[in-house]
């Protein structure tokens, strides 16, 4: 057997070593969400020799999550441009489509339900159709911004592709999270920013699309029926409605069992009795990470919100800002409704949201300042003009 060389652990690691060596030439604010991201990590490692479960799980999942720190400090503190911030998000959003369009060409399907055509988070249904919710905004942004009218075109096929692969997979978080998406893009930039072509396209595109790719969703709304008198016990989707409501209670217990520092990262499925995940995203933090993680983890998202609130109050802003920002607010909601019914809060993708809105934010301030110190010619008075003509 050959050994192969570790090359992404050895490039985190020289990642980390610059960013050590650097910190005496940063010059910019460490912004409040990198430091509940900080304490965030610190409360997860504290969690773990207080784990009454496996405290070797937690370390592995601790360790994986650490991960995410360094990542959203570097990307923070070099993203410094408009041209640098579209860069990255278009490498998210154009990853994120092939895979949804690749899903659907090869069709990968199980138990009627559409899954990505990659391992991870792309390899479950429910995983797949949160994240294509959350990159929609920041397609439907480019598409916006977009110059040639062939880009326009290719970015309306993709996000048709893309929305039809969230009917598809048949997840009803999914769908209830595009509905997020599509009611907060309506109204922030279709309204707002009187797009009105948008308050047409997008009901209509749902509504095709549900038309003919929602029957497999459509019969999952029906078969869950949380009143076990009217419903059909032998469904997938009720019997999966039923599994997740025990869950959550099971999650909640916990949590009030371990309020300080829970059972330990990722063992939540040991304690469980069923080898399963809460399906939610707070009380997976609260019941692996205690109470004080779950306050960290919800500031941190609030932290998200306030960037891209106080960029919509700079009135100057570029219209590529103004867009980006509305974009980024509409995949941070769609987060937050979407987490409620998954287990997502170690990924990485949700924290990238974060940095993305910090390094906006920073972008943003900076035009401001520099177009405040633009001086500015003032014409001469009515005298002055008059005695000059004269």
């Not at 038309?211 to 869950?224: D, P, V, W």
């Not at 949590?255 to 080898?275: D, K, R």
Request: some cysteine.
């Amino acid at each position: 057997r050959s050994a192969s060389v570790p090359l992404a652990k050895i490039t985190g690691f020289l990642m980390l070593v610059a960013l050590v060596f650097s910190f005496s030439n940063v010059r910019w604010r460490v912004p409040k969400e990198i430091i509940f991201l900080c304490l965030l990590v610190i409360q997860l490692w504290l969690t773990i020799p207080f784990s009454p479960v496996w405290r070797g799980g937690a370390y592995e999942l601790t360790l994986y999550f650490t991960k995410v720190l360094p990542v959203v400090v570097v990307m923070y503190g070099t993203v410094r441009s408009m041209k640098r911030l579209r860069g990255i998000l278009f490498v998210q959003a154009a990853s994120v489509a092939v895979v949804a369009i690749a899903s659907v060409v090869v069709a990968r399907v199980s138990l009627g339900r559409l899954r990505g055509v990659l391992s991870g988070i792309y390899g479950n249904s429910n995983d797949l159709a949160l994240i294509i919710d959350l990159s929609l905004p920041i397609c439907l942004a480019f598409l916006l911004t977009a110059r040639s009218n062939w880009k326009k075109i290719a970015w309306s096929v993709v996000m048709l592709a893309m929305i039809y692969a969230v009917f598809l997979t048949a997840s009803r978080s999914g769908a209830i999270t595009l509905i997020v998406v599509a009611l907060i893009c309506l109204w922030q930039i279709g309204v707002k920013n009187r797009l009105f072509s948008l308050l047409l396209l997008i009901p209509v595109a749902a509504i095709v699309i549900w038309a003919y790719g929602g029957n497999s969703l459509r019969q999952r709304f029906e078969q869950t029926n949380m009143d076990p008198a009217g419903a059909n016990r032998s469904t997938e989707a009720f019997d999966s409605a039923q599994q997740r409501k025990q869950l959550l209670i099971q999650s909640l217990k916990i949590t009030a069992e371990h309020p300080l520092f829970g059972v330990g990262p990722g063992n939540f499925p040991v304690v469980s009795g069923v080898w399963r995940v809460t399906h939610n995203s707070y009380t997976q933090i609260s019941s692996e990470g205690g109470i004080p993680a779950l306050i960290l983890y919800l500031l941190i998202f609030w932290r998200g919100i306030v960037n891209v609130r106080d960029i919509r109050r700079y009135p100057k802003a570029d219209k590529r800002v103004q867009l980006f920002s509305m974009a980024l607010g509409a995949s941070l909601a769609a987060y937050l409704v979407g987490s409620i019914f998954a287990s997502v809060a170690y990924q990485l993708f949700p924290y990238c949201l974060i940095a993305y809105t910090s390094a906006l934010r920073f972008i943003a301030q900076r035009d401001r300042t520099a177009s405040s110190l633009v001086p500015t010619i003032q014409p001469p008075p009515v005298e002055a003009q008059s005695t000059v003509w004269q």
